[in-house]
């Protein structure tokens, strides 16, 4: 092939090209549920360097720009020059709106202040120009809370084809209303599927109408309070499915969620945080959601339970083997952790099980005696072991159907 053959490719085998050359941290823009994506550091870097991709390869052709304009602008942050978002946003580029292209935009909170009743507009203004957007993140504040003034209402954004919602609570916000105000926007958001809160409310709103989400597949639970709990529990979720949490809540709040909504589950997972090591959350959740059929936890960061013999209809459950720490700088005790793991896996009654998915890196742990002995264990009783090989996507209809 000559050194000029490059300029003969289709259109579209450049921009699948040009796609995955800036492609990063697909998970954090997912409406889907897929198993442990969320539970690991957001990589600047990698997102800091796709942005310095797109950025260069918009300028290196004319071919190049009509077919990389659009990836250019679909993952917007409003930082300092938000008026010249603005502006930029409301730019056409062949015909279409360049706003139009956004999928993900940040909004911090900062741009919301009602200061005066006018402060909040142009971030009200960006929102406008994002007809198509699908991912909007509310981020936890990095300077203090009371750093940003609410003294006047600020309106409300209708979000129709919002599909993710990225959302931490500060009460200060939300008496302000409209896209401060957590219940305002999930009211206007018919379409939401996948959720996640976090941060402390004070009071739980009661605004006479329960909220309904018709749509919300995966509810994901970062560190809350009780309060917040309540007012989940007072919603009404009926395609909820998924529930996530990143942290074990105060006050066994979480077996308030179990009873409200356990019976309808079909995938619970407890993220990466040290705090399952310090009780035993699995017990609990088993007899709240005695439905639920996929079980995804990390190994190395939740406290083994003891051998479990209640009604249960777990058919799979996935393990991830990411270190924690604080168990490796105490070897015996985490060798007896992965004892007790094992022994709760494969003498617990679950009648349903059929799939052990491993997640991460488990090339030294298959040398390990204790997993050859369970391993084998688990084959005579029916249930495979498996390396995730499907990018971490399976679904209750999938389970039904093995």
């Not at 250019?72 to 930082?79: I, N, S």
């Not at 008496?175 to 219940?183: A, C, T, V, Y």
């Not at 970062?222 to 917040?228: C, G």
């Not at 639920?292 to 209640?310: Q, R």
Request: aromatic share 10%; glycine share 6%.
């Amino acid at each position: 092939m000559s050194t000029h053959d490059h300029r003969l490719l289709p259109p579209e085998l450049w921009f699948i090209i040009i796609r995955w050359a800036t492609y990063s941290s697909p998970g954090v823009r997912a409406s889907n549920f897929e198993p442990f994506v969320g539970s690991f550091d957001h990589d600047s870097k990698e997102e800091v360097d796709a942005k310095a991709v797109k950025c260069t390869v918009v300028q290196v052709c004319r071919l190049w720009r009509d077919l990389a304009i659009s990836i250019l602008y679909e993952d917007v942050k409003v930082g300092r020059g938000a008026q010249s978002l603005l502006e930029t946003l409301g730019k056409t580029y062949m015909g279409e709106q360049l706003g139009r292209s956004v999928r993900r935009l940040e909004l911090p909170y900062h741009h919301t202040g009602t200061i005066t009743n006018t402060s909040s507009d142009l971030a009200l203004q960006i929102l406008q120009h994002c007809p198509e957007l699908e991912t909007l993140v509310r981020p936890f504040m990095q300077g203090p809370p009371d750093s940003v003034r609410y003294e006047f209402p600020a309106h409300s954004h209708a979000f129709l084809n919002l599909k993710r919602l990225e959302w931490w609570h500060y009460n200060d916000a939300t008496r302000s209303g409209g896209i401060n105000s957590l219940l305002d926007v999930l009211r206007h958001s018919p379409n939401l599927q996948y959720l996640v809160v976090g941060g402390e409310m004070w009071t739980s709103a009661q605004t006479g109408n329960v909220l309904e989400l018709p749509a919300l597949k995966t509810l994901r639970v970062r560190r809350i309070n009780p309060v917040f709990v309540h007012q989940i529990c007072q919603w009404r979720l009926p395609s909820l499915v998924h529930v996530v949490v990143d942290f074990p809540l105060e006050q066994n709040a979480l077996e308030t969620l179990w009873q409200v909504f356990g019976a309808r589950l079909c995938t619970v997972e407890f993220a990466r945080h040290v705090g399952f090591l310090l009780s035993d959350q699995i017990t609990r959740f088993l007899r709240g959601c005695p439905q639920v059929k996929t079980f995804n936890y990390f190994l190395n960061f939740t406290s083994p339970p003891p051998i479990f013999e209640e009604q249960c209809a777990l058919e799979c459950i996935s393990l991830h083997s990411f270190p924690c720490g604080m168990v490796t700088d105490m070897i015996t005790e985490a060798q007896e952790r992965l004892r007790l793991h094992f022994a709760f896996l494969s003498r617990s009654s679950f009648p349903a099980l059929r799939r052990i998915i491993l997640h991460g890196d488990w090339e030294d742990m298959r040398r390990d005696p204790r997993f050859v002995e369970f391993r084998q264990t688990m084959i005579d009783k029916g249930c495979s072991i498996e390396d995730d090989a499907t990018g971490g996507m399976h679904s209750c209809n999938q389970l039904s159907s093995t």
